[in-house]
């Protein structure tokens, strides 16, 4: 973050006690008041909201090193429900003193901003995917998408298990469980991925990529 020694100490004096999350494990409901982010330290989660007829929604994953709540910062309300993948941990900072500290350390408060930014493209390229884009596209993007994330929190970008099941990950991309079975033996057949269970090893990125871009079909 570009931060010296006296702001790192400053900002670790304000954050509040680690929790634990059980996988399945509850961090917020939506509508519960806003007091704290959350810092992932260990883990991954997934967030919803509940459709009209009371079916899950997934609105994101979230992985270690990632803040959650955010969403909740224009009302003082949250806006999804927080779950743990697996057994998870958190690291609680409070909102009102982070606030105090972006007053007297810039730096802290535009790499927050970008933090904002960050969450704000990532839900904008939700939309295209829902909107737009042909199945195996939605499901190259969201392969391509992890990747990065992994790659910018020093883990390998081509090998990764996906925390999440089938099923959910159909539920966020608007796809069938079957689709994503399906999508995930065609990739695995035209030598873009190697596929054991959950384990994921992307064999060819720039061909992923160019099928996510939509300049490159997966026959």
Do not use: W
Request: hydrophobic share 40%; charged share 25%.
């Amino acid at each position: 973050m570009g931060l010296g020694e006296s702001d790192i100490s400053r900002l670790d004096e304000i954050i509040g006690r680690r929790r634990k999350i059980p996988k399945d494990g509850l961090l917020y409901r939506i509508d519960d008041t806003f007091t704290n982010l959350y810092a992932i330290r260990l883990g991954h989660f997934k967030t919803f909201q509940l459709t009209p007829n009371g079916e899950q929604q997934i609105t994101g994953f979230q992985m270690a090193g990632e803040l959650l709540g955010m969403d909740a910062i224009s009302t003082d309300r949250h806006h999804c429900d927080a779950v743990a993948l697996e057994d998870s941990e958190v690291c609680e900072i409070p909102f009102n003193r982070l606030e105090e500290l972006f007053g007297t350390i810039p730096t802290l408060l535009h790499h927050f901003h970008r933090m904002m930014s960050q969450e704000i493209t990532r839900e904008q390229n939700v939309m295209l995917l829902l909107g737009n884009m042909r199945a195996e596209q939605r499901f190259a993007a969201f392969l391509v998408n992890l990747s990065a994330r992994y790659a910018a929190r020093g883990y390998s970008s081509t090998n990764f298990q996906l925390r999440m099941s089938r099923e959910e990950i159909g539920n966020y991309l608007g796809l069938t469980i079957e689709s994503i079975s399906r999508l995930l033996s065609r990739f695995k057949k035209q030598n873009l991925l190697r596929v054991s269970n959950r384990e994921i090893e992307v064999l060819e990125p720039v061909n992923l990529k160019a099928i996510a871009a939509g300049t490159e079909t997966c026959s």
